[in-house]
């Protein structure tokens, strides 16, 4: 399986994983990525961010592979231009994001399609939001944006509230949908069936990548599917305990520390791939 590190992909989730807790790529992952790459290693993002939101980090890591993106929902390429892979929302994604929104009028919420992301109700942590994902969302309510392409809703909101929406969504009508808790704060709606998880199986299919050996690593609820769908999922050591019992690896080191790095040299070691 780890014969041969050209035939080697790691997809690295961002937040909690490759991004430390100030939002920044640390220097020795940074070098760890361009080392296994310059060994003839593929790097790689999972991602719930999109295309737009994405793209102040393509050269920053160099990224020639492509990009899993709105956690599962879509795979794109930024060297083509070209979105791969789409699995959009059901019809009904806009009346049950109108009723959750009609029982917990407080919430943030915003819609996500590969050509932008509509604000349909801001607060703080929608603001928030929008600020860490460095884009200008446009602005409208639910029932006016187009329908058709829908890739996720995002549902911002105190902590606090999280567990209501989640036993909320428990008792209205969510057929065809999926929904996830991506951090704190934020919760989505997928299509269901949709995951990082489900697009890891998606991307093995894409031509040139067939008979690749897939790691993965994430921190988060959302990463867990993905995790599990690698030939080798890891979590750094700052990761949820869910997300601990699921993976095969769990890092020494957290995202503050150098996670991906180390796992880079783990790959490495497996591949009997020349370290310097």
């Known amino acids: 399986m780890f014969e041969d ?36 290693g593929h790097f790689t993002v999972a991602t719930g961010r999109t295309i737009q939101s994405f793209e102040q980090y393509v050269e920053l890591l160099e990224l020639r592979d492509p990009v899993i993106m709105y956690n599962g929902a879509a795979i794109h390429d930024y060297g083509s231009g070209e979105t791969l892979y789409t699995h959009p929302l059901p019809a009904n994604a806009r009346q049950t994001a109108m009723k959750i929104m009609e029982l917990m009028p407080e919430l943030g919420g915003e819609v996500l399609r590969t050509e932008g992301t509509y604000v349909f109700r801001n607060n703080d942590y929608q603001i928030l939001h929008t600020k860490l994902c460095g884009i200008v969302p446009n ?18 909101m105190s902590p606090e509230d ?11 009508d969510c057929s065809g949908l999926d929904f996830v808790k991506s951090s704190e704060m934020f919760y989505e709606m997928l299509p269901a069936g949709v995951s990082k998880g489900s697009a890891l199986e998606q991307y093995r299919k894409l031509s040139g990548y067939e008979g690749y050996t897939f790691v993965a690593v994430g921190d988060f609820d959302n990463d867990i599917e993905m995790i599990s ?20 690896l769990v ?9 991906v790095a180390e796992l880079i040299e783990h790959i490495i070691s497996r591949c009997g791939a020349q370290k310097s």
Not at 14 to 37: P, Q, V
Not at 139 to 154: N, Q, T
Not at 162 to 172: A, E, G, R
Not at 251 to 256: K, M, Q, R
Request: net charge negative; glycine share 6%; hydrophobic share 40%.
């Open 5 to 40: 590190i050209t035939k080697v992909i790691l997809l690295s989730d961002m937040d909690g994983t490759l991004l430390d807790s100030s939002k920044n790529i640390t220097d020795t992952d940074r070098s760890a990525i361009r080392r296994f790459k310059e060994l003839g």
């Open 139 to 156: 602005y409208a309510e639910l029932s006016e944006i187009e329908e058709g392409g829908w890739l996720k809703v995002l549902f911002s």
């Open 162 to 172: 999280m567990d209501y929406i989640q036993t909320l969504v428990k008792h209205i």
């Open 229 to 248: 769908a690698a030939d080798l999922g890891a979590c750094p050591a700052n990761a949820e305990e869910s997300v601990k019992s699921k993976a095969d």
């Open 251 to 259: 890092l020494e080191h957290t995202n503050d520390e150098g996670a």
